[in-house]
């Protein structure tokens, strides 16, 4: 895989970012936005939308891949993830990106003072359920 170059880190940054602003989070006042990068260059990106029913919440990371695999795209090099706190992702969001590969970049930004963390996926999610531990299909 390659890495990401210093341009494509902030364009990713500057769209999770914007991102965010569209965050439907009456509930919890936690607004997170989400920005994929595709392999072809192409950022989709996501916001997280809450409910009044905790369960039914949809966090950024999974809109913004779901809006991926909408649009067609089954592979992607990097998410940022900006949130207060710079979040890493929950795990449940942890093993729906794993099921498209675990060479992603998480980048996780603090918008209160723009610091970075900067993680593969298997760094966060080492020994992630996959394919391989379901059964064989004849």
């Known amino acids: 895989m390659l890495e990401l170059k210093p341009h494509e880190v902030e364009q990713l940054v500057h ?5 965010r602003d569209q965050a439907y ?15 072809d260059g192409e950022i989709v990106c996501g916001c997280n ?4 029913s905790y369960s039914m919440c949809l966090c950024a990371e999974r809109v913004a891949a779901s809006s991926a695999v909408a649009a067609g795209y089954r592979k992607w090099r990097a998410i940022a993830i900006a949130s207060v706190g710079g979040v890493s992702p929950c795990g449940a969001c942890r093993q729906f ?7 992603t970049t998480v980048i996780m930004v603090n918008v209160l003072d723009g610091s970075r963390k900067i993680r593969k996926l298997a760094q966060l ?3 992630a359920f996959d394919a391989s531990n379901l059964p064989s299909h004849p």
């Open 15 to 19: 769209s999770a970012i914007n991102a």
């Open 25 to 39: 989070a009456p509930h919890s006042h936690f607004y997170v936005g989400a920005a994929m990068l595709m392999d």
């Open 49 to 52: 939308v809450e409910n009044a």
């Open 97 to 103: 990106l794993a099921e498209f590969g675990q060479t």
């Open 125 to 127: 999610l080492p020994d």
